[in-house]
T-cell receptor, first 115, second 117 residues
Framework: GAVVSQHPSWVICKSGTSVKIECRSL??????MFWYRQFPKQSLMLMAT?????????EQGVEKDKFLINHASLTLSTLTVTSAHPEDSSFYIC???????????FGPGTRLTVT | AQSVSQHNHHVILSEAASLELGCNYS??????LFWYVQYPGQHLQLLLK??????LVKGIKGFEAEFIKSKFSFNLRKPSVQWSDTAEYFC???????????????FGQGTILTVHP
């Protein structure tokens, strides 16, 4: 079946630094990927839509200069959290849209802790 | 903006009990509806989906859901739960079914199901 991986699964960084999270579709190509954020005991909140070969589209309230998204190939999207602050600590999950309409496959998530 | 509401945060059942998890959404147009499950330590997996047609949809592992348009609901059911069904369940809605909303999901808050053997 369709598999999506994320790397790293857990990262700790210092306040003010940047961290990059990778999302890969391992056995299928995905022109569209999504990035979500999940706070403890809360639901997933869509942050942005990542489209291969074009700029990402961000949901209202998401700072595009802080959360840089690059969808460089049909199997890789990256999320870079720039100048991270403790309030950016969260669980970040990506998903990839498979060929069949609306079928999303989710990665395992990346736990970011900013100290 | 659309929203999705799941009625119960935590449901505790004994094995063989019947399950119904509520999900309501707020959007008046065309919707695609999903239930996802997240087992402990694992990623989200699709349980079932509704796009059109028969409002009663069957998914994996004996789960089913019924779309009631007049109630804006998409409740998840299983006649007899097992210990292995212990997980968190998320209802999700794709509203607008196309254009700029293509593929975008709005999730409910999630319901943790604990099944005691």
């Amino acid at each position: 079946g369709a598999v999506v991986s994320q790397h790293p699964s857990w990262v700790i960084c210092k306040s003010g630094t940047s961290v990059k999270i990778e999302c890969r579709s391992l056995d299928f190509q995905a022109t569209t990927m999504f990035w979500y954020r999940q706070f403890p005991k809360q639901s997933l909140m869509l942050m942005a839509t990542s489209n291969e070969g074009s700029k990402a589209t961000y949901e209202q309230g998401v700072e595009k200069d802080k959360f840089l998204i690059n969808h460089a190939s049909l199997t890789l999207s990256t999320l870079t959290v720039t100048s991270a602050h403790p309030e950016d600590s969260s669980f970040y999950i990506c998903s990839a849209l498979a060929g069949r309409a609306y079928e999303q496959y989710f990665g395992p998530g990346t736990r970011l802790t900013v100290t | 903006a659309q929203s999705v509401s799941q009625h119960n945060h935590h449901v505790i059942l004994s094995e063989a009990a019947s399950l119904e998890l509520g999900c309501n959404y707020s959007y008046g147009g065309t919707v695609n509806l999903f239930w996802y499950v997240q087992y402990p330590g694992q990623h989200l997996q699709l349980l079932l989906k509704y796009f059109s047609g028969d409002p009663l949809v069957k998914g994996i592992k004996g789960f089913e859901a019924e779309f009631i348009k007049s109630k804006f609901s998409f409740n998840l059911r299983k006649p007899s739960v097992q210990w292995s069904d212990t997980a968190e369940y998320f209802c999700a809605v794709n509203a607008g079914a196309g254009g700029t909303s293509y593929g975008k999901l709005t999730f409910g808050q999630g319901t943790i199901l604990t099944v005691h053997p």
